[in-house]
């Protein structure tokens, strides 16, 4: 009797009536929710003062928006330049800052960032469920649970306003699936940084290779596999989210690099498994899927220190530069141990080379750190010729940026190099680690013609730090003003706005 119950054929006919339904009232709940928005977007329009036919919503969901961070600084000029060229689109933006204001948002991004917004052409849709994106929120499977936690908060988004295009700038990919489900709509993207790398998941994998090599107990390997599995699933599903997005734009070559990885993954046994889930959130998006991201560079603030004078500047050394290991610090004082010994005529003058570094020291341990590179510098003979400045005000450090000669920055792998485009704009020659950001977005050549030098030891460093100290002065000038024109321009509002419009997003607007 049991068994005839569960026979498959009822199986079959139960698994029917079941999808059935979940189907007829998921068209129950989005018909009314599309109904329900239509109602919506008239209220907004009357508070706005506008009419409501022939005007665009453009949805940016930045749970952080008020924030005053580098993210917020992109989201703003998009939103300024759109408010600038396109009298019809109103830019909307999912907000968990709920204990804010409108006019307190507006106000602080003008204190800020000095970016006037209208607030005509400008809404704010508050979530109240922000915490459940917090880190805090998830103590374990934090990447797990914050994607999850971002779904549900796409769904309060769309529950509340459904835009015409969506376009999520702070990296919640996993907000495609419910945009799409839920609205209809096409949906962009600005990647700041991925949230998950195919580096991670090739760290994971090699771990557990070493593991198994070793004779580590097996309840570790069982854990280092279950953790494989952890982000090879999520690698997936992270995949499949940023594919449905119809355009894709990235922060940096770096970011680029790893989004293009991430579009190509593919997983040949966790695709057939996804296949076979009845309920599943199609991937597939009507307005097309992105295949590779485009770089947008964010603007960066160069106003006040391209204004620095580029002539009669000290013969100092500057390194800019949070005293964090990865900073690599010591090579700094090593290479500029090294450029004294090789030549000593550097310090055998009225005006002897010096090196200053200013940076920001967060914790104990980065107090630690300061104490043994002052140590350092000691041992390597170099206390008179080096000062460390730890916290400096911002003003202090816009002195040094308008009087140095050099600029150091020797991280390995820097995403980008924020310090390497300061001290391009204030005029500074920059000799910057062969790697990451500066290598291949920064300081790369003008015209043909160099912005300043690469190295990658310490050898290295002395002698571009050498090299960069025996310009003529002829010689010297052009190549700061050279570097200033350079990153002034290409990280200017100007080329932000350039690249944003050459992403192609406003093609994904309906047609009036
Ligand atoms: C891109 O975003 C990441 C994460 O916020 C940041 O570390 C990096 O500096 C950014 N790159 C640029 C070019 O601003
Ligand atoms: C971006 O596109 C708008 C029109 O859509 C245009 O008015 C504006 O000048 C463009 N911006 C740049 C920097 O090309």
């Known amino acids: 009797m049991y068994l005839h119950t569960f026979s498959p054929a009822s199986l079959l006919l139960a698994w029917a009536i079941c999808s059935a339904s979940v189907w007829v009232l998921f068209r129950i709940y989005y018909t009314k929710l599309q109904t329900a928005n239509r109602a919506r977007r008239t209220d907004l329009m009357q508070r706005l003062g506008r009419s409501s036919d022939s005007q665009h919503l453009v949805g940016f969901f930045h749970p952080y928006c008020n924030a005053g961070g580098g993210g917020e600084r992109v989201l703003w000029t998009a939103i300024a330049a759109i408010q600038r060229t396109e009298p019809n689109i109103v830019s909307i933006v999912y907000s968990g800052d709920i204990d804010a204001t409108k006019e307190e948002i507006i106000s602080k991004v003008k204190a800020r960032f000095d970016i006037a917004l209208d607030p005509k052409a400008l809404d704010f849709v508050f979530l109240n469920s922000r915490k459940i994106v917090e880190d805090s929120t998830w103590p374990y499977f934090t990447l797990l649970g914050q994607s999850l936690g971002s779904m549900y908060l796409a769904w309060e988004a769309m529950s509340k306003l459904i835009p015409d295009l969506y376009i999520d700038t702070m990296g919640y990919a996993f907000t495609f699936h419910v945009v799409n489900l839920l609205a209809g709509i096409p949906v962009g993207a600005y990647v700041h940084y991925p949230t998950i790398s195919t580096n991670m998941l090739n760290r994971v994998k090699s771990r557990e290779r070493w593991h198994t090599n070793s004779d580590t107990i097996s309840s570790s390997t069982f854990l280092s596999q279950c953790k494989l599995l952890y982000y090879r699933i999520f690698m997936y599903y992270y995949s499949l989210s940023l594919r449905s997005a119809a355009f894709i734009m990235v922060n940096s070559s770096w970011t680029q690099k790893h989004v293009n990885a991430i579009l190509q993954h593919s997983d040949f046994v966790l695709d057939t498994l996804h296949r076979m889930i009845p309920f599943k959130m199609s991937s597939k998006n009507k307005y097309g899927s992105a295949t590779s991201a485009q770089i947008v560079y964010p603007p960066c603030d160069t106003r006040e220190i391209s204004q620095f004078p580029l002539t009669g500047r000290d013969r100092v050394i500057l390194s800019l530069a949070q005293f964090r290991p990865e900073k690599d610090h010591p090579t700094q004082l090593r290479a500029f141990s090294r450029l004294l010994q090789d030549h000593p005529q550097y310090i055998d003058s009225d005006h002897p080379v010096k090196l200053v570094l200013i940076g920001g020291s967060r914790n104990a341990d980065d107090e630690a750190r300061v104490q043994s590179l002052r140590s350092l510098a000691k041992d390597l003979g170099l206390q008179e010729y080096t000062e460390f400045i730890v916290n400096a005000p911002y003003p202090i450090m816009l002195n040094w940026l308008a009087k140095a000669s050099i600029g150091l920055s020797t991280m390995v792998d820097e995403h980008f190099g924020i310090n390497v485009v300061e001290f391009m704009a204030a005029g500074l020659i920059p000799v910057a680690h062969k790697s990451g950001g500066p290598l291949q977005d920064i300081v790369v050549p003008f015209h043909g013609q160099p912005t300043g030098y690469h190295a990658d030891s310490v050898e290295t460093f002395a002698e571009a730090l050498h090299t960069a ?44």
Do not use: C, G, M, Y
């Not at 000038?477 to 024109?485: D, G, K, L």
């Not at 990153?487 to 419009?501: D, G, L, P």
């Open 469 to 512: 100290l025996s310009l003529s002065d002829d010689e010297e000038h052009v190549i700061r003003q050279r570097a200033r024109t350079w990153a002034v321009q290409r990280f200017s509002e100007e080329e932000f706005e350039q690249s944003w419009n050459a992403s192609q997003w406003k093609s994904f607007l309906p047609v009036n």
